[in-house]
């Protein structure tokens, strides 16, 4: 899900006070399967809701007309205010909706607190659940059950200038070394453009980089996680990201304290001459760009190979209190149809979970051809647990890339000093 650090810290911070608090009723409890009466959905609001809110009302026109006695009733919920909202639904169920859209990096958090809903059986039973593509299904499930149905997914791949390329003769990197000899060569060239916008605190551009190199963030060990971020593994890929930061690339004064949103505005802004971006800047980048860049996916360090990419993306489910469970994993089911994840997709621009609807999609549009090779060739993601939430509010792995950029710690100490604090947020 794209959110800022800020939201990741207040949510972490009002799921923590509703954990320690005594909850005013079992969220899990008390749930029904009446087929008639109100249907209560929470959807994340938008800068620009309308085309989004379109679609939803078209799916709850089809949904009312096939269910005589049922109204679907939608709440629009601010992504900045959804601690709130989300606890009071965790603590009291007559606060909860029936049917709900989070993000993924959320999961783990919400399960813990018993309020959601397993859909493992219902995904499994649904028509298109074996259109879902593993690895995005993957980040719906924890400890083997799922709690959602994969809505939309975000994937980043790398975006770059086909003017500043043409111009120098050089081709789309085709390995990790290679992106990295390209961005030195263009800088080289034109010392008013960084070789590639990548930030210290950019962190889902700097894990396909561990990923590619062998490298994870955690491994499960019975029943927790064990950081390995200091592996040799895991220490090669930090050490291929934060290279990029140097002064032959994008210098540390001006590249460090980048965030991954201001890395694209960088490149959009005519900073750069290449980026990694997602599916979902494809708007901010046309506007600064057009006609003047295309994208590839992220090459992995083996010729020909696509690095694993971050799995971002929302989820629509359901909570266990709901007194109408089969009409809101219908309406669930209504929204991540093929149908109307392909109108989601042409107003909003939300990359599809379906294969099938991707691989559509991806032959008669030319942009989605590398973010959807990339989905196919295989995406990754965090640990699946609530403490995940505490080691990104921390900024831990931010931190420790800062600090081997600007070299306060070698990239040994500073990694091991990360994993000593991730194992401490995993209960090690």
Not at 99 to 120: C, I, K, Q, R, W
Not at 334 to 351: D, R, T, W
Not at 361 to 376: G, N, R, Y
Request: glycine residues 8%; contains cysteine.
């Amino acid at each position: 899900m794209k959110i800022t650090r800020t939201i990741a810290a207040v949510l972490l911070t009002a799921l923590a006070a509703a954990a320690c608090s005594p909850p005013q009723s079992d969220p899990a409890a008390e749930g029904g399967d009446q087929q008639s009466g109100p249907l209560r959905v929470w959807l994340f609001d938008e800068a620009n809701r309308a085309p989004k809110e379109a679609v939803v009302q078209e799916a709850i026109k089809e949904f009312e007309a096939a269910h005589e006695g049922v109204t679907v009733d939608v709440q629009w919920v601010a992504v900045e205010t959804r601690a709130d909202k989300f606890s009071g639904a965790f603590n009291d169920p007559s606060n909860a909706p029936d049917v709900a859209e989070f993000g993924n990096t959320d999961v783990a958090s919400y399960a813990e607190t018993g309020a959601l809903a397993d859909l493992t059986a219902d995904i499994e039973s649904w028509s298109a659940g074996s259109d879902l593509l593993p690895s995005v299904l993957e980040t719906a499930k924890v400890d083997g059950k799922t709690y959602g149905l994969p809505w939309f997914t975000g994937i980043r791949a790398l975006y770059y200038r086909t003017d500043v390329f043409d111009e120098l003769g050089l081709q789309p990197p085709k390995t990790m070394a290679e992106l990295a000899e390209t961005a030195r060569e263009i800088r080289a060239a034109k010392p008013d453009l960084y070789g590639i916008s990548v930030g210290g605190k950019y962190i889902y551009a700097m894990l396909p980089f561990l990923w590619a190199h062998g490298g994870e963030l955690a491994e499960r060990q019975g029943d927790r996680w064990q950081a390995t971020v200091d592996s040799e593994a895991a220490r090669a890929g930090v050490t291929a990201y934060t290279d990029l930061i140097k002064p032959d690339i994008c210098p540390p004064e001006q590249c460090a304290d980048m965030t991954g949103t201001q890395s694209v505005q960088a490149f959009s802004g005519g900073q750069a001459a290449m980026t990694i971006g997602g599916d979902f800047n494809r708007k901010a980048i046309e506007e600064g760009l057009s006609g003047k860049y295309d994208v590839v996916p992220l090459p992995g360090t083996e010729q020909g190979s696509i690095a694993p990419a971050f799995a971002g993306g929302n989820l629509l489910g359901v909570f266990q209190s709901s007194q109408r469970r089969s009409l809101a994993v219908e309406f669930v089911q209504l929204l991540g149809s093929a149908e109307y994840q392909s109108k989601m997709y042409e107003a909003m621009g939300n990359l599809p979970t379906l294969s099938s609807l991707q691989q559509e999609l991806s032959s008669s549009e030319e942009f989605l051809e590398p973010f959807v090779a990339t989905l196919q060739a295989g995406t990754r993601f965090v640990p699946s647990t609530p403490a995940w939430s505490l080691i990104d509010a921390q900024q831990i792995l931010p931190t420790a890339a800062q600090q081997i950029i600007t070299g306060q710690q070698p990239p040994d100490a500073a990694l091991a000093e990360a994993t000593q604090q991730m194992n401490d947020a995993f209960g090690g």
